[in-house]
Structures are given as C-alpha cells and as structure tokens.
C-alpha cells in the first residue's frame, strides 16, 4: 500500500512537469509583442510579411497615395500692396498635373510670376484659374504640357511665357488678352495654328485668328492679315522681302519686334483701331519711308522706330505721354517731326542721330515745353533744329 501511495506522487509530478514543459514551448497567442513565424497580425506597427493593412494613414502594399497634397507646396508671394498672391515657384511639389489655385490664405491669386515653372519638364498638364490676370515672362518655359486653356482672366502674357515646350500641340487665348510679348509660343515646335494668307494664328473657339504669332516663311514678300485678328504679336520678325502688308481695321496692338528688320518695307498704314505700338515695333526698318500714326495710338515703345534710317517725318498723335528711351534713335533722314502738348517725357537717347533733324513743331506753349521732362542725351548729334511752339520758337541750344 505504502509503495502504491508512493507511485501515485510520482506520475502526478510527472504529469504536472509535462504539461508545464507543453505550455512553454507550444504555440502562443495572448503575447501581442510575439510574431509566430515571421507574421505578425496584432501589432499595428509591424507588417505582416511585406504588407501592412492596419495602419489608416497607409495605402496598401508599401507606398502611400502619390503626390497627395503637393500643389499645396508651389510658392507664393504676397504683392506689395498686401491684396493678392502671385504664384512665383514649383516649391516642393512634385505634381506632374499642377493645378493653381484661385486663393491662397484668403487672397486672390492674380499672377503667375517670371520663371514660376522654369524648365519643369515634368509639368504635363496645368490648370489656370480665372482669377489670373499676368502670365510672367518665361513663366512655363521649356515644360512638357500638351495642351494650354488660358481663361478669360488673362490680359497680359510675357516674353518667352511658353517657349520650347516642344510637346504643346494647343493653346486656347482668351478675348480679353492685350499684350503678348515676344517669342511667348516661341520653339514650340509642335503648336498647331490656323493659316491665312502667309499667316499663323492662335485664338479660341470663337476666333482662331485672334493672334498673329508668325509666318509661313521670313522670305514672304506680302501679307493680308485676318480681319479678325487683334493682336500682332513679332510675327514679322527679320522678314527682310516684305515689301506689303495690310492691317485691317480692328487691330488693337501692334506687338513687340513685329516688324523688327523688315528692311523692303517702304510704307505702311496703322488703322484708327490700334492703341499700343510695342518696343522695337519698327526696329531697323530702313526701308520705311512713311508711316501714319492715327490718334488712337495713346503709348509708343522703347526703341519703335530704331534706325528707321529713309523716315523722313513723323507726327505723334495727341494721346501719347511719352516718348520712350531710343524712339528714333538713328533716324538719320528725319527732318520733321510734330509733338503733341499731352507728352510729358521724352525718354533717353529719343531722338539721337537724328542728324538730319531741322524743324520740332510742339503744339503747346514754350513754358510746356520747358516742363517735359527730357532724358539724357535726347537730342545728341542731332541738326540744327528749331522748336516751333504756339507763342514762339526756341533753338536747339534753349531746349
């Protein structure tokens, strides 16, 4: 019996060390710090193999939502007079379809900045708000959009804003544009226009003729341009056989370097519609003997008539304030030369080498034409001429 007892004890504790070894080195389920395997199911932390589905902030697999919030990354600046933003830089984003918006912290967006997307080839599409007003000079140069709707909003697009981007096949141009500077779709090798006439066109659904941007061909000897056109952007550029060229009533500006060297063109008539004669409008035409302002024409750029060697008079028409930096610089046959009472400056170098210069008939009085403010060396190696005001005549040394 006692050897009986004695066998009992020992199977129990036999029994009792087997299950406690069982228990350690079984499978284990309560610990959440524990994988089994090398998948770990509990811990919010850790992925299971290479994915994870427990965290809310990931996206499955291993790679999060591409891009998410980078627009809000482009850089802005605030205008001097704290009422808008321009958007001036890429900034952080890393969006290939960028989408600018029409606020920012409150106040409207208004420009697009100079250099803002600079040589972002990565930039396929862009989405402009209707609260733009400026595109920049080189604003999208050499990005890779295909296709460009610029809103309503915009009346002012810069020199080379979209030059070489090589991919862009359209371009929409609101009504409301007014200046477009040179070389703005300059390179842009793929842009499809409307011809007429030796011309190529930009504009919109209502008007495909709204821009004049270029030619067929720098050795055309004519051209009609569209009665729908508004603007003549540099589209004449070093066209050194135009001998014709007719623009139609309706035409607002005449842009920068439009006629820039066009050598053969002895004359041309500029319609009552027009208002603005760009820098550099008329720049080596030397050809140009005759040319008639109307009174619409209220500004006249820097260096418009350079080098207009054959004019040999002009009449600025009354709406003109100024006469800017090199104007008629080197306009060596100009003899005459009529000036409104409303110009208030006459810019630098104006009307230097005009050595030719005789006879300045300013319609105001001479203590107005004293008033004008007069750059410098406006008059240098000039003629002899004599300033003809409405109460007397002034010589070359008194004005």
Not at 181 to 202: E, K, R
Not at 351 to 360: A, H, N, R
């Amino acid at each position: 019996m006692k050897k009986l007892t004695i066998l009992t004890l020992v199977l129990l504790c036999f029994a009792v060390l087997l299950v406690s070894c069982n228990g350690g080195n079984g499978p284990q389920t309560d610990d959440p710090t524990r994988t089994t395997g090398s998948s770990q199911t509990n811990d919010p932390t850790q992925t299971t193999g290479s994915s994870q589905t427990n965290d809310p902030t990931q996206a499955p697999g291993s790679s999060a939502s591409p891009n998410e919030e980078d627009t809000s990354k482009l850089e802005f600046t605030l205008s001097t007079d704290g009422t808008s933003y321009s958007v001036t830089g890429i900034g952080e984003c890393t969006d290939t379809d960028i989408v600018i918006p029409a606020t920012y912290k409150g106040l409207t967006v208004t420009e697009i900045g100079e250099r803002a997307f600079e040589s972002c080839s990565n930039i396929t599409s862009i989405v402009i708000p209707n609260s733009v007003t400026s595109i920049g000079t080189r604003a999208f140069w050499s990005c890779s959009m295909t296709s460009v709707v610029i809103p309503n909003s915009v009346t002012t697009i810069g020199n080379h804003a979209f030059y070489n981007c090589f991919r862009l096949t359209s371009i929409t141009i609101p009504e409301n544009v007014r200046i477009i500077g040179s070389s703005a779709f300059g390179a842009c090798w793929s842009l499809q226009y409307y011809a007429y006439d030796n011309g190529l066109y930009l504009g919109n659904e209502k008007n495909s003729y709204l821009v004049l941007v270029g030619v067929s061909s720098t050795s055309i000897t004519s051209c009609t341009i569209h009665e729908e056109t508004k603007i003549v952007c540099d589209a004449f550029q070093d066209c050194t056989d135009l001998t014709n060229i007719t623009i139609p009533n309706g035409v607002q500006s005449i842009g920068k370097l439009a006629f820039y060297r066009c050598s053969s063109l002895t004359n041309i008539t500029i319609p009552d519609s027009v208002t603005s004669i760009g820098d550099d409008a008329f720049f080596g035409c030397t050809g140009l003997t005759s040319i008639t302002i109307p009174n619409s024409v209220t500004s006249i750029g820097t260096s418009a008539f350079y080098e207009c060697t054959s004019l040999t008079s002009i009449v600025i028409p009354d709406g003109v304030t100024s006469i800017g930096d090199h104007t008629f610089y080197g306009c060596s046959n100009l003899t005459d030369i009529v000036i409104p009472d409303s110009v208030t400056s006459i810019g630098n170098y104006a009307f230097s080498g005009c050595k030719g210069l005789t006879s300045i008939q300013f319609d105001g009085t001479k203590a107005q034409w004293s008033k004008i403010s007069k750059g410098s060396y406006w008059n240098a190696n000039t003629g002899s001429y004599t300033v003809t005001c409405t109460d007397g005549t002034l010589t070359k040394a008194e004005s």
